[in-house]
């Protein structure tokens, strides 16, 4: 069954799209976090980061190298944060990797 996230790139649960190319999407948070909160997303469906293969390699470098360049577009240069959650513990909820990148305001650590 297809992911959350995979309805998403598939149009068939809006979102609000600012980048998309052959392997990655980019959409704000429907529950931001901080005043610039979006996620970028593999559009392959790997379900945390604890299953990636030496494979993806190539892909989680696009989709850190697409956070650090979007975030700059959509005004963080004065910094922000990166976050992937993984697993139950990690507080994890949507089975499909994707970077958190938040800015806009101050971070704090250590995190909740
Ligand atoms: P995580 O809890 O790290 O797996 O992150 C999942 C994120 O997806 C949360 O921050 C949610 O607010 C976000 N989210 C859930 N549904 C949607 C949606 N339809 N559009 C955009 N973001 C979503």
């Known amino acids: 069954?297809?992911?959350?996230?995979?309805?998403?790139?598939?149009?068939?649960?809006?979102?609000?799209?600012?980048?998309?190319?052959?392997d990655v999407i980019a959409f704000h948070?429907?529950?931001p976090q901080?005043?610039?909160h979006f996620l970028v997303?593999?559009?392959?469906?790997i379900a945390t980061l604890a299953d990636v293969t030496e494979?993806?390699?190539?892909?989680l470098g696009h989709i850190?190298?697409?956070?650090?360049k979007l975030a700059k577009e959509q005004g963080c240069e004065?910094?922000?944060?990166v976050v992937m959650n993984t697993n139950e513990q990690g507080g994890q909820?949507?089975?499909?990797?994707h970077l958190h990148v938040l800015g806009q305001r101050n971070m704090h650590w250590p995190p909740g």
Do not use: C, S, W
């Open 41 to 45: 997303v593999p559009k392959k469906e």
């Open 34 to 36: 901080a005043p610039v």
């Open 78 to 81: 004065e910094g922000f944060r």
């Open 64 to 68: 850190v190298f697409m956070a650090q």
């Open 55 to 59: 494979a993806d390699k190539p892909l």
């Open 1 to 22: 069954m297809a992911t959350l996230f995979t309805k998403i790139i598939n149009r068939e649960i809006p979102a609000k799209i600012i980048y998309e190319d052959d």
């Open 29 to 31: 948070d429907i529950a």
């Open 93 to 97: 909820t949507v089975y499909h990797i």
